[in-house]
C-alpha cells in the first residue's frame, strides 16, 4: 500500500489485524513498487471512470450505491472476463490457477463489514450502561465499572457490539428510541431517477445480475459464460 494517511490509519491496522491481514506499505518515493496496482487506476479510470462520469452528468447514476454496483458490473462482466494480453489469460480464468502457497481467502462479507465498524473506548457504569453518540444503551452486567470497546455502524445505530479484553460480549442494548444514523455523519442522498431508458449500461448490470445469481461450490466461485465475449488484451 501507499503511505498516504487513510493507509497508515488505526482503524485499517484494526480491519487488517481481525481479517489476517498483514498491511504492506512500500517505501515512500518509489512509485515503481506500485506499477501494477498505477496501471490498474488507470485502466479503470480510462475505460469505467469515463463512462460513469458520463452517465452522472446525464443523470444515470444518482448515489454512490449507484456507482458501486456499476463499478462490481465493470470489474466482473468486463475487466475480469477480457483476456489479458501477456498471460493469455482472464483475470476469472487465472485466479483457478492460484499457486497452493498462495490460496485465494474468501471472507464472510459479514465478517468484512465487522472488520470496518467504528472502535470507541467506554467505561461501563454501576448499573452496566454505556453513552453513545448521545444515547444509553445496556451491557453485560458482569461488565460494570469496566473499560470496554465499543465497535459500530455510524449509518445504523442497532447495532453496537461490545468487546472486553479480546472477548466478544454480543450487542448493546439501546434504551430508547434511536435515530436512523449517526450525528457525525450525513444521510446518503437519494435523488428521484430520471425517466427510464435502456442503454449498453443497462445491459451490462443485467448480464452482472446473472452472473451473481451463480453460487461458490466447495470454496471455489463458478462464472457462466458471458453472451457477449470480451475484447481482445490490451495490456492492462
Known amino acids: ?125 454501576a448499573v452496566g450502561t454505556i453513552s453513545l453518540e448521545g444515547h444509553d444503551f445496556e451491557v453485560a452486567p458482569e461488565l460494570a465499572r469496566r473499560q470496554i470497546t465499543v465497535r459500530y455502524d455510524p449509518y445504523d445505530l442497532r447495532r453496537v457490539l461490545v468487546e472486553h479484553e479480546g472477548k466478544s460480549y454480543g450487542r448493546a442494548v439501546p434504551l430508547g428510541p434511536l435515530p436512523a444514523h449517526s450525528r457525525h455523519v450525513r444521510p446518503p442522498q437519494r435523488p428521484a431517477a430520471p425517466a427510464a431508458e435502456r442503454t449498453a449500461f443497462h445491459e451490462l448490470l443485467e448480464r452482472h445480475d446473472e452472473q451473481q445469481r451463480w453460487r461458490r461450490v466447495g470454496g471455489m466461485r463458478f462464472v457462466p459464460p458471458l453472451k457477449t465475449p470480451g475484447a481482445g488484451g490490451d495490456g492492462q
Not at 485499517?12 to 513498487?33: D, E, F, M, S, V
Not at 460513469?52 to 472476463?81: K, M, P, V
Request: glycine share 6%; aromatic share 10%; charged share 25%.
Open 1 to 125: 500500500m501507499d503511505n498516504g494517511g487513510p493507509f497508515r490509519s488505526e482503524m485499517l491496522a484494526t480491519a487488517c489485524a481481525k481479517l489476517g491481514i498483514a498491511p504492506r506499505h512500500t517505501r515512500p518515493y518509489r512509485p515503481q513498487g506500485r506499477g501494477k496496482l498505477e496501471r490498474f487506476f488507470r485502466t479503470v479510470e480510462m475505460q469505467w471512470g469515463r463512462e460513469a462520469q458520463a452517465l452522472i452528468d446525464a443523470g444515470r447514476l444518482a448515489t454512490l450505491d449507484d456507482c458501486q454496483r456499476f463499478f462490481s458490473a465493470w470489474l466482473h462482466s468486463e475487466y475480469n472476463a477480457r483476456v489479458h494480453s501477456s498471460t493469455h489469460e482472464t483475470p476469472d480464468t487465472r485466479l483457478g490457477h492460484v499457486h497452493p502457497d498462495h490460496p485465494v481467502i474468501w471472507v464472510d462479507p459479514q465478517a468484512l463489514a465487522d472488520a470496518f465498524l467504528w472502535p470507541v473506548s467506554r467505561t461501563v457504569t
